[in-house]
């Protein structure tokens, strides 16, 4: 009994050395050369395959009932043009409904109510950039009068922000390089490497003015150009 009981005792005190050892990480071999951070951009170049464009209607009407009932009717005229020009439900977003009382002020008199106006956004996401032109002359056609935008975006920017990466990690190795020729060292070593985040600059949002029913005959044109992804990382190298 005595041995089993010293056997016991003797795995119970091994247990946190082993679990010790376990969570132990290997350790960094400490620079002892010279020290190099840096900071590198990687970008890739891409055409934006998505338009996002606000278009909406706004009606009034001396009630806010029929303000709402009328903007009710053109909106669902909208809605339909964008059914039938193949947009999905998915694409399409209310972005905003608004129903505000318009006043006349005069000098020395109360306020008065003379109007509603009611206003119905929805957020639109083209995925076909060279049509979308063509489909919002026909939203306007059906009474959409005012659209703003487009944003344009890539839909999946995952593989040129790894290309971006690649780009970053290439930049990053000839300025060690660079730097380590003009101290007269080489480069023995990449110590770290972090991320510092991936990103894409879309330009912003183009203006587009209100637009009434006498321009449906309009043919209006988005031209997609290009658009920059970056990566910046942060590197630290030790030269010999």
Do not use: C, H
Request: hydrophobic residues 45%.
């Amino acid at each position: 009994m005595r041995s089993i009981i010293l056997a016991l005792a003797l795995g119970a005190a091994a247990l946190p050395a082993m679990a010790e050892a376990q969570g132990a990480q290997p350790q960094m071999p400490p620079i002892v050369g010279t020290r190099l951070d840096i900071s590198a951009t990687g970008e890739s170049i891409r055409v934006p395959d998505v338009a996002i464009i606000s278009a909406g209607v706004v009606t009034r009407a001396p009630t806010a009932g029929a303000a709402i009932q009328q903007n009710s009717a053109r909106m669902d005229r909208v809605l339909a043009a964008l059914k039938r020009a193949g947009v999905e439900d998915r694409d399409v977003q209310t972005s905003s409904i608004s129903l505000n009382p318009e006043y006349r002020y005069q000098e020395n008199r109360p306020p008065e109510l003379v109007a509603y106006s009611a206003s119905n956004q929805v957020s639109i996401r083209f995925r076909d950039i060279r049509n979308s032109g063509k489909i919002l002359d026909a939203l306007v056609a059906e009474g959409a009068n005012q659209i703003n935008g487009p944003t344009l975006t890539i839909d999946k920017p995952e593989a040129a922000l790894d290309e971006a990466r690649v780009n970053a990690v290439a930049n990053g190795r000839a300025r060690a390089d660079l730097y380590a020729r003009a101290l007269g060292k080489r480069v023995s070593r990449l110590v770290s490497v972090s991320e510092g985040g991936g990103n894409y600059y879309p330009p912003p949002p183009m203006p587009m003015a209100e637009r009434s029913m006498a321009a449906q005959a309009a043919d209006t044109k988005i031209v997609a150009g290009e658009q920059k992804l970056q990566v910046t990382i942060s590197m630290v190298f030790e030269l010999q």
